[in-house]
């Protein structure tokens, strides 16, 4: 397949995956070896288009976003919470990131983990939607108490795992501790924005030496093109998600990821 062919394809994947239950990363992964690509020559890539649905959710939520900033410059309480939850959130996946950074970066090289994550994860989604009870109803995400904060943080650090989705396992994570669906969507979305953000520039510092020596053939033109292509992938998907998740739930995405690992694993055994 063509470089830039390549490009909008993992744009596309990227962009419908990064904010539903399914794992974007395991998509990514699996999508690489469809198309035929060098899965190493192209995992930079993979990391730094993230950024472009990113800038999905930044854009969709852009006046929540601006109030919490100036709530925050005038220490009101609501930014300032807001920010807090934010960080807090963040803070486990950075910590554990950065401790474990190579281990979870060989991990992203082996497509045979995917198909076991996105299979268990498919039946936690199962068992989770059939046993929480939301106990918040009321409560948006700068109303979220510190403990439940710092329990969907960790949750997040599962994530590093390839295919066990870090919107799957901060929602569910949500959920769990009986935060309602609507905020749990939503705050999965806004602590994307750090963790990606942060993964991004480790990876671009990891790389930039091969990168503006041209060691790989893709380059910041392929880039370019799948960060517009997730950005505008994503932010179709965002805008339907929330509304759809409010009132139907999340069991159709985990029979689709039950079916879908089923399938990979069968394609990577056999194919």
Request: one cysteine or more; charged letters at 15%; aromatic letters at 12%.
């Amino acid at each position: 397949m063509n470089d830039f062919l390549t490009a909008i394809f993992l744009g596309i994947v990227e962009g419908l995956t990064e904010f539903i239950p399914v794992s974007s990363t395991g998509h990514l992964i699996l999508a690489t070896e469809l198309s035929g690509a060098d899965p190493d020559e192209w995992a930079m890539f993979n990391v730094v288009i993230q950024l472009g649905a990113i800038l999905a959710v930044v854009y969709q939520y852009w006046g929540t976003f601006w109030n919490a900033g100036m709530g925050v410059l005038r220490l009101e309480r609501d930014g300032l919470m807001f920010a807090r939850n934010i960080l807090l959130g963040f803070l486990p996946s950075a910590v554990i990131g950065l401790a474990l950074y190579e281990s979870f970066e060989a991990m992203l090289g082996n497509p045979g983990i995917v198909p076991w994550a996105l299979i268990v994860g498919g039946f936690a989604i199962l068992a989770i939607e059939r046993m929480a009870k939301p106990n918040d109803e009321g409560r948006g995400v700068a109303e979220l108490p510190l403990t439940k904060v710092l329990g969907v943080g960790f949750a997040q650090c599962l994530a590093m795992i390839p295919g066990v989705s870090r919107s799957g396992a901060t929602i569910m994570g949500a959920l769990a501790m009986g935060i309602n669906r609507k905020t749990a969507a939503e705050f999965s979305f806004f602590l994307a924005v750090p963790t990606m953000i942060g993964a991004t520039t480790v990876e671009v510092a990891s790389n930039y030496d091969e990168m503006l020596a041209g060691a790989t053939r893709v380059g910041w033109d392929e880039i370019a093109v799948g960060f517009v292509v997730s950005f505008i992938v994503a932010l179709v998907v965002i805008r339907a998600f929330v509304s759809y998740v409010s009132r139907s739930g999340f069991t159709p995405f985990a029979w689709y990821r039950i079916v879908a690992g089923s399938a990979a694993l069968a394609w990577l055994t056999f194919a």
